[in-house]
Structures are given as C-alpha cells and as structure tokens.
DNA sequence: CAGTGGTCTAGACCACAGG
DNA sequence: CTGTGGTCTAGACCACTGG
C-alpha cells in the first residue's frame, strides 16, 4: 500500500508534484516536514531536501524555517528565458545569419541614455547602428551606446566584421544585467532599416550591462513584426 | 598568499565567479576538478559541487562528465521572470486593481485556438473577453478560451467578480505551461477596450495551460503602451 | 577504460523564526 | 525555547563519455 521506495531526489520530486496535482496537498497546505518526508520515502533527508529546494525554486513551494513548506497558494509562474547572441538564436533557427553595421559614431548621448548609465550628460560614447539579418531578411536592429570610458578597447574596433554584441561578450567582463522587454511603434529610420511599414508594432529588448558600478553599454534591439520569444513554464 | 578559507558554497561562487572576472580563467578555459578544487579550498567536494551547479545553472560554466568544466565562451543569458497573477503585478507597482468583465459566450474558437489547444475544431468552449485596470485605468485586455470538456466547472462560474487567471489558478491544477511574449498592433476591440489609439503598440502575453496531454486554457494578454516587463541577469 | 561530474547517505551543527 | 529548513562533511557508488 505504500511507497515502492523513492531512490532519488527526482523520484521524490515527481511523487511530490503528483500529490499537489491531485490535490491531495491542496494549495496552502503545510506539508510533513523534511524528517517525516525522509522516513515515508525510505531514504536521506537530504536527498529530501534536494527535491523541495527545487520545487521551491519552481515557485511551487514557499519554505521557510520553522514554518515549515507550503503549496504555494498562487504560483507565481517563473518563466526562463535564455537570451543568446543574435547569431546563435538565427543558426539555432536553421537561417542564415548575417550582420551590416550602419552607422558607428562617436558622440554624446541623449540623456535618457547617460541617466541610465549613470554618467554625465557630456559623455562621450560609441554609438553603433546596425542590423541583424536572417536569410537575408532583416531580424533585428540594434542601436547600441558603449562608454568608452569603461571600454577604451572598443575605440580600436570598427565593428564591421563583427558585431559590438560578440565582441564585448568576448573582450569585456561584466557581472551583472537589466534586461526589460517592451513594445514599440517602429519610427523611420528603423522602418527602413528592417524593411516594414512605419509604426509597426516592434518587439523591443532592451538591456544594460554593468561592470560593477560602471555601466559598460546600453544596447536596445528592435525586431521586425512576427518576432515571438517563446520560453516553457 | 592562499585561500583564507572558503567555509560555504556561496564563498567558493564568489571566489569562482571572481577568476572569471578577473579573467584567471579565460572564456572557454577549463578549470581545475572538483576534487582539486575541494582540496585548494578546504572544504568537500559536495560544496565545491554545490558552487559549480549554481554557476552552471546561470550558464556561465559549461559541465560535461569526464570532459571536465569549462568557462562558458558565449554566456547564454538567463532571464528569470516572475509571471505573477495580474491583481498582484499590479498592486505590487502601489496601484489599486480593479477587474471588469466584458464578455462571457460559449462557442466555437477560431482555428488558430483550436489548433493550438489540441482539440477538434467544432469544440465548443468558453471565451472570455476582460479587462484589469489599475488606479481605474486600464491596464491590459484578457482573451481567454476555456475548455468545458477539461475544466467542466468553468460553466457554472460567471467570472463577473473573480477573474478567470484566478478562478483557474485556484481551482484547476496543470502540469506545465508554454509562454510567448510577442509585439502586436491594437485592433478597433483593443484600443477601445485598453483607451487608446488604434495600431498603437501592444505587448502581448500568449499563455497556453496543460494538464498533461490536454489544454485547459489559452488566453492572450494585451498591455497598453508604455508596459514594460523588467528583469535582471 | 579511466576520469569527471552526479548523487546518496548518515550524522552533525547552525540560523532563523514561531510560539 | 524549540522545531524547521539550510548546509557541511567524509565517504561511497554510479553514469556518462572522452580518449
């Protein structure tokens, strides 16, 4: 009538979810400790542990110290998303990938820029216009900020053959991120850049890389209508 | 001129992620075993694993039995988003939430619907048709199919108090969810619907729900101008 | 076939927070 | 104060896969 012996944390983790979808812990509820849990399943608390640490992670369990782990009431859905270099994402599509730099200029940016960078306003900065293409079609725009400052390197690159995306991922070391995703009306120049009507609606990533306190770039890419980025919950 | 002792696994990550920085160990490089690593630092293999896991689950290092681990060359990154129910988004952002149902019929689904959810194209289904405000103004628009045959209970609900994102959540388990995130223009419904002008650009959610084999709900969310989804890498 | 990461165990101590 | 999760340890076996 009971367990055939729960061998690993995979196993246990399975056995768990199979309980939360059939309700026999419903939302809310406080489940046996991680004690009693290793008793039941005839194995090692930590392999116990290993199996709700990662279903807490999930967003399916709250832990916490002596109040002991609940199903999540509402589970908040934690979405992964893996944001790769534009070329891997047009290769992993079975396209061919392509890149043409428009413009690279050195000159200050708007101050929407230097705020979010956190420098002054006269900055200088390297500021690359280019377009990503797939098969041949336009896929993404990129219109990109690099503060030389932090990167004195990039004043040497053209930019030409190889995107500023690659080259800092290569050259320069950051340790932290904001990424924010966002729709937006496509404007002239980008209309023409990626071949669509203007005003079309665009998929907008914008991120921000930080080196510590220093912002390395600010990079904003605009993909052409019917971009979707798909991830599984 | 050594390690003044790494206690717990968080430290070895601080002292791992410091060498890739520092650039100690280079993009692509590989690194010493866990057991070497176990040894330098003073401490068991299982925390150095514990590290190195946490790192690779990031994507910074790239793991492979026998083949050892290795700085990854091109970082993938890995954006971590918290799809939280609306009510909460929005009074997480301090604004008051409000909920206002415009339309409840039972019917047949478009093909794309129908196609996407797995079923036959004459199953009939519930559609919702909402929208969620915040501060009174509104915030996103809810297109919703609900599959009666899965989710019979649905037919008695009105959805005119409780929305139908919580409605299901607490009352219909699943299994696993597929997310897109995608640009759209606004349609006459829409812009009347989100009060604002037509064609604008919408961020759109697609959101489809399985119990197992089955489709429970497919509901597409579309956000005014101006959302903007945030996260951090 | 051998080296590496993946995992399990039993026991221990600790940090935290509920009562 | 006490119960719970969080973690560390030392040792062991295993699975995978490169050479």
Redesign the pocket.
């Known amino acids: 009538m009971n367990s055939p012996a729960f ?6 983790r399975e056995e768990v979810l199979r309980r939360i979808h059939a309700r026999e812990w419903r939302p809310g509820a406080l ?6 849990l ?1 008793r039941e399943f ?9 199996a ?2 990662s279903l ?1 992670e999930s967003g399916l369990l709250d ?7 609940r199903i999540a009431a509402q589970p908040v859905a934690k979405a992964r998303l893996d944001i790769a270099v534009i070329r891997k994402e047009v290769e992993e599509r079975g396209q061919a990938y392509g890149y043409r730099l428009i413009s690279r200029q050195v000159g200050v940016p708007p101050a929407g820029v230097s705020d979010a960078m956190k420098v002054s306003p006269s900055r200088r900065m390297i500021h690359i216009y280019a377009v990503h293409t797939a098969d041949g079609t336009p896929y993404a725009v990129e219109d990109r900020w690099i503060d030389t400052g932090v990167v004195p390197g990039a004043l040497a690159e053209s930019f030409v053959q190889l995107s500023a995306n690659e080259w800092l991922l290569a050259n320069v070391p950051y340790t932290h991120g904001e990424i924010s995703f966002s729709a937006q009306a496509a404007g002239a120049q980008a209309a023409r850049a990626l071949e669509c009507a203007d005003h079309s609606a665009l998929f907008v990533i914008d991120r921000l890389t930080w080196d510590g306190a220093s912002a390395i770039t600010k990079v904003r890419l605009l993909f052409g209508p019917g971009y979707t980025l798909r991830t599984q919950v």
Chains 1, 2 share one sequence.
């Open positions: 061998r690993d944390w995979q196993s246990v489940i046996p400790s991680e004690t009693d290793a005839g194995c090692a608390r930590t392999t116990v542990n290993r709700l640490r807490a832990r916490r110290r002596k109040a002991g782990t």
